[in-house]
């Protein structure tokens, strides 16, 4: 496991302390009891306390099974990105990231395809699978006639993370499509829903997410399953063959309760006979590309250039 960003070591865990010591003017994440802290979550910003930013360049379209998805359409298009936001599979949308999504469109030349799949508690799995599933092969069908290239690549943050890793198995066992997405970056994602160590393990620190709101989300997506039921491979993609799938990037922070599920995928992806870049970013905390700091700066460039390039 190679560290990366050490350097910026300093500014990190300055960061994730002024995040701590401001911890309780924020709502807990991951209460599957408080509908009041669920909907204060999905007015605002990932990690943030005010309403996303809606920029006019992205689209709202509905596709196939009336699936809804968010477009950024650049002059340029080399490639479509089907991107999966996070936000603990009960909140976040689409429409949450549009300065990033935008960006990342016009400096990658790809059309970006954001997912506004169904959330949990109202609709838990499969819901939010069967939406990503659905955006993706409307992809396969038809991002020839739309956007002139066949060249798709997927990927998502955290819980986003998770269900585009569900999304390409989904894919290969249900449909036999493989090699169609020549790419998957895979930031911060839970594969493991009974808990690896460093979940269990982290305990209750108030960064964007510790042991009991990942539990919390858990309960939210997964309703009535214990720790057995949700070692399922369609659940848990840590459990699943790996054969077949696309080069990854992967990449988590030491600071983050899911770093474990990372290393672990890592090392199953490539063993499955997959290329795979692990990015391990020092002190950083979950979620971390949310915030104004140099190695999210340095991340997002490390993020357009695998999607650029794969």
Not at 55 to 66: E, H, I, S
Not at 259 to 277: C, E, H, I, K, T
């Amino acid at each position: 496991m190679t560290i990366t960003d050490e350097d910026c070591l300093a500014e990190t865990l300055t960061f994730n302390a002024q995040f701590e010591a401001t911890a309780a003017s924020r709502p807990p994440r991951g209460q599957a009891s408080s509908a009041d802290v669920l909907a204060l979550l999905r007015r605002n910003r990932l990690g943030g306390d005010t309403p996303p930013v809606r920029l006019p360049q992205g689209q709202d379209r509905v596709v196939a099974g009336g699936v809804k998805v968010r477009a950024f359409v650049p002059d340029h298009v080399d490639g479509v990105y089907l991107h999966i936001h996070g936000g603990g599979w009960a909140f976040g949308s689409a429409d949450g990231q549009d300065e990033k999504l935008w960006r990342l469109a016009v400096e990658a030349r790809l059309a970006v395809m954001s997912v506004d799949y169904r959330l949990a508690p109202e609709h838990p799995f499969p819901a939010g699978p069967d939406d990503c599933e659905a955006a993706a092969r409307w992809l396969v069908d038809h991002t020839e006639a739309e956007f002139g290239t066949g060249r798709l690549l997927i990927g998502g943050e955290s819980a986003g993370a998770h269900l585009s890793v569900l999304t390409l198995l989904r894919l290969r066992d249900r449909h036999s499509i493989t090699g169609t997405f020549r790419g998957a970056h895979l930031a911060f994602g839970p594969y493991d829903l009974s808990m690896t160590p460093s979940q269990r393990l982290f305990g209750s620190r108030r960064l964007l997410s510790n042991s009991h709101s990942v539990r919390g989300s858990y309960e939210l997506f997964t309703p009535g399953m214990g720790p057995e039921e949700r070692r399922d491979p369609e659940v848990s993609p840590l459990y699943a063959d790996l054969t077949g799938l696309p080069p990854a990037r992967i990449v988590v922070g030491t600071q983050d309760p899911l770093l474990d599920d990372s290393l672990f995928l890592a090392q199953r992806w490539q063993a499955a006979g997959s290329p795979v870049q692990l990015g391990v970013v020092a002190g950083a905390m979950h979620g971390f590309t949310l915030f104004p700091l140099t190695i999210t700066a340095r991340e997002q460039q490390r993020e357009r250039d695998f999607l650029a390039g794969a």
